[in-house]
């Protein structure tokens, strides 16, 4: 993703980080979050905020949870894209979306810290 500077130079908004793709619930790419494997700042950064993408009502995870199983009787809530894939789970930012499968599953959380 280009983004241009002040002095109009474009660059990569994502450049040396590891990219995870943030799709909505059917599956389509909406936004992208990275990670820097080294020390640089910020450690994490997301797309910005769109038409289309709001990280704030995003369940991460969530379609490829539910490409695994479609009925899970159960989800463990992390914090972060990072941790999520270390635990092959979903993550959860509130407030919990609407669209989120019937019957709701058991909720367990997981903080980092």
């Known amino acids: 993703m280009l ?12 450049r ?4 995870f793709p943030i799709r909505d619930k059917r599956g ?10 080294g ?18 009502r995003q369940l991460y995870g969530l379609y490829e949870a539910q490409q695994d ?9 992390v914090e972060g894209i990072w941790t999520s894939w270390r635990w092959r789970s979903t993550t959860l ?8 499968p019937r019957p709701r599953p058991t909720i367990s959380s997981c903080c980092s810290g």
């Open 3 to 14: 983004v241009t500077n002040d002095q109009g130079r474009s660059y990569d908004r994502f």
């Open 16 to 19: 040396e980080r590891v990219m």
């Open 28 to 37: 389509r790419v909406i936004g992208f979050g990275g990670r820097v494997l």
């Open 39 to 56: 020390d640089a700042l910020p450690k994490y950064l997301n797309s910005p905020e769109t038409d289309i993408f709001h990280k704030g």
């Open 69 to 77: 199983n479609p009925e899970p009787p159960r989800l463990l809530v």
């Open 93 to 100: 930012i509130m407030p919990w979306p609407r669209w989120v």
